[in-house]
Structure formats: C-alpha cells, structure tokens
C-alpha cells in the first residue's frame, strides 16, 4: 500500500473494471461487483488488496496471505492457492505495472510551489534554510536542522531535529530521523529501476514505496538511495555510507553498518547489524548478509545468503581465508609459467 502522504490513490475499484483493464475475464468463482482498495506487497496484503506473483519463490510465500485477489502467471497455476481469485495473464508484472498506473496514474509526479519555501511546510524552532533551497507542502523540519544552498525537500517529507542537509541534496518521498547528515549531492527517494519487459518495450514499474532513514545516520557526498517499489527501503539506526555509493528499492540496510565508497546494492538486499562492505563491493538483488559480517573491496555477491561474524573477499565472495589462499596460488602458478 503507498502511503498517502506522498501518492494519491484513485481507487477503490470493481474486480470487473481491473479485468477490462488486463483484458482478462473475471473468474468463474468471482463477483464482478467486489471492490478492490489498493494494490499491496504479499506481506501487507489484506482481504480487499490486489498482490502480484511472478515465481515460484514468491508464491511459497502466498500460503500465509490474506489478499482477496493475486495477478499470477499461467505456468504457476498448480502453485498458487485455491483460496482466493487468481487473474491469469501472461506477464504479472506487466499486468501489475498496468493496475499500479489505474490506482495511481500520479505516482511519479511532484507538485512544486511558488514561493519556493511552501507556506504548507511545517519549520521547527531554529531551522536554518539557505539561499536557493525549496521545500514544498506538507514538508516537515525538525528543530536547530540546516538545509543547504540549492537542496530540494519534497511534498511530505518528514525530516527531524538537528540534522544536516548538505548543498543540491534531493530529497523525495522519505522520512528522515533525528540527527542525520546528508553531505553535498547525495539524493534521496528517487524511483527505483525497474522496468517489465515486453514486445514494445520496457515498461517502467510504478515506485509506490518510500525511504526510511533512522537517527544518526550519515549519508555521502553522490550517494543515491532509491525508495522502494511497494514496500519500504530503510538504512538503519547510525549507518556511515561513503560517497559515490548505490542502494537500490526496497534494500533494508541494518543498524551501524558501514558502505565504503562505489559500492552498488541491487534491489532487496538485506545487511544485518554491524555489517561492513569495502570499496566497490557489488551486491546481486535479494542478497541477503547476516550481522558482523565483513566484505573486502571489490568482492561480488550473487544472489543467494552469506553468514554472519565472517569475513568475505572475492568475487563471488567466499571466506577471506580462503580467497587469500587462492589468491597466493594464483601467484605461483603465474611465477612458475614466467619460469
């Protein structure tokens, strides 16, 4: 469900009208007149919600769900449950970017004011804004916190007490919590990538979720943290990220963790607490890193789990021990054809 502070919902609409809008019929089982509230994660999802299933991986995860209507492709038919109304279609994600864009044909515009400080904008006791900065309706500022020259605050944005936002920072669709420094150029909350392939194209995804930032976290200069596609992207609670460094939708990012500079988080990744990854460290999507774990620059992970209290280097990324070891055999074998 996207949070209404930031999207605005152009439903409820009947199970009927959903179907002319994918070109399907309505299920046998069905009433046509059933209303649907919102589109929702698999998680969230409740009796009036529509949720997408696109693998196998995700429709494990359909048994424990309450939604009263799932988009699923053919191929999966003996997976999804008999529980509920299942819209057959070709591409689900396709169909779900075709439904996204009928509850929220809005979902990648911004509406700017003229002045350039919104008289909607909700400023705290000793806010200090910089010749330059815009911050639009609804946008809230905590006490004694700076915005810089040129950065841009967005409708809705929440953002707490004693922070430091940094020249030309955008900020959009996120809430910030209290003490949080964003250094120069860093940009917040945009649309994640994704995108449903087809004949005609590539059709992008609408981006319905938002970016969480706990307190005390510090953000450099370049970095770019994408909001989530359904759901939440989160940096948690006294996180360093370097410059120059990518983090995808909807990646949970734990508690004091550290991301040197250049380093790239696909989509969904999730680090435990205390997690460091070193310069140039690459992330396939849905990796999942448990606490304390510690990553040598340039290592790759491919999908899959890594163990936390371990440290990592390579690419893929195995036991630093052992990746040193291969490394030194690379070595000889090297010296031993030069001889």
């Not at 950065?151 to 996120?174: E, F, K, L, M």
């Not at 280097?313 to 000889?332: D, K, L, S, T």
Request: proline content about 6%.
């Amino acid at each position: 469900m996207a949070d209404p502070r930031f999207f605005t919902n152009r439903g409820p609409f009947r199970l009927s009208q959903i179907c002319s809008r994918l070109g399907v019929d309505v299920p046998s089982e069905a009433d046509a007149n059933r209303v649907v509230a919102d589109i929702a994660t698999i998680e969230s999802a409740g009796s009036d919600h529509l949720v997408f299933c696109d693998s196998r991986a995700r429709a494990k995860h359909l048994a424990g769900c309450t939604a009263g209507l799932v988009l699923g492709e053919a191929s999966l038919a003996g997976l999804l449950p008999a529980s509920m109304p299942v819209l057959y279609v070709p591409s689900a994600i396709a169909a779900f970017v075709a439904i996204a864009e009928l509850f929220y044909p809005e979902h990648g515009q911004i509406e700017w004011d003229d002045p350039a400080i919104s008289p909607q904008a909700i400023l705290g006791e000793s806010v200090r804004i910089a010749p330059g900065a815009t911050v639009a309706a609804r946008a809230e500022i905590g006490d004694r916190t700076r915005i810089g020259p040129n950065a841009v605050i967005g409708p809705g944005v929440a953002i707490g007490h004693d922070c430091d936002i940094g020249s030309n920072v955008s900020v959009t669709h996120a809430y910030l919590g209290d003490e949080v420094q964003i250094l120069p150029g860093a940009h917040i909350g945009q649309p994640g990538f994704g995108f449903a392939a087809g004949a005609a194209g590539h059709a992008k995804v609408p981006q319905l979720g938002r970016v969480i930032v706990q307190d005390r976290v510090e953000i450099g200069s370049g970095t770019t943290i994408d909001r989530g596609a359904l759901g939440d992207t989160v940096i948690g609670e006294g996180s360093k990220i370097d410059n120059l460094v990518q983090i995808g939708h909807n990646c949970i990012i734990g508690r004091h963790c550290v991301i040197v500079g250049q380093a790239g988080l696909s989509g969904s990744c999730e680090l435990g607490d205390f997690v460091v990854l070193g310069g140039q460290v690459g992330l396939a999507d849905h990796v999942r890193i448990g606490d304390r774990a510690r990553l040598a620059a340039r290592g790759a992970v491919a999908p899959g789990e890594l163990p936390g209290g371990q440290d990592y280097g390579g690419a893929p990324a195995i036991p630093v021990r052992e990746w040193r070891r291969q490394m030194a055999a690379f070595a000889m074998l090297g010296r031993r054809k030069r001889n």
